[in-house]
């Protein structure tokens, strides 16, 4: 089900909006094939392209985002790595905020806690014996590396470009409108 499929009911904030381009993301029911397909998009490096079919999933314009970024000074060479770096957090802060035990804003150790505490119940219960549970939180986890490893990587970037704010996932949560969920 792609976002045009659903009806949107979380905020009183429009979708697409300049100043929250990625919203229609949270706002996105999370169903069972729209997990399969979101995992069918996932690079072997854990990340999800900013393409426009993996848009059309949220109803998300990354074209936009990529331009504002550039408008900002964003050195191309590093905006094919960003651009996968803001998709692959959007997609972890979504199975964050519809996990019903997350409250934003939120900083990268609660990824990587959501992650863990998966694995341990995955451990713990006959889950465990599920494979398909099992490539989900092995790909979760994959993702949650990605995230780690090239917000490290271009973190100064994030401040060079003097977004408002400091960090990526600070600024990719802002993008998800996820820092007025307070």
Known sequence: MTSNEAEKTIGSVSANTADAPLQSIIETPLTDS????????????????????????F??????????????????????EILRLIA????????????????????????KQFVSKARSELEGFSMKDDPIMQTYIDKGELAV????????KYGNICKDLNLA??????????LMALDKQV
């Open 34 to 57: 729209l997990v399969n397909e979101i995992f069918h998009h996932q690079n072997n490096d854990g990340s999800f392209s900013a393409t426009e079919n993996f848009g059309k999933l």
């Open 165 to 174: 704010q400091p960090t990526w996932e600070s600024y990719i949560q802002h």
């Open 145 to 152: 590396k990605f995230v780690i490893d090239t917000r490290d």
């Open 59 to 80: 109803n998300v314009d990354f074209e936009q985002i990529k331009k504002d970024l550039n408008d900002k000074g964003l050195n191309s060479s590093a905006s094919d």
């Open 88 to 111: 692959t957090a959007s997609i972890l802060f979504y199975f964050l905020y519809h996990s019903q035990k997350t409250k934003f804003p939120v900083d990268i150790d609660a990824i």
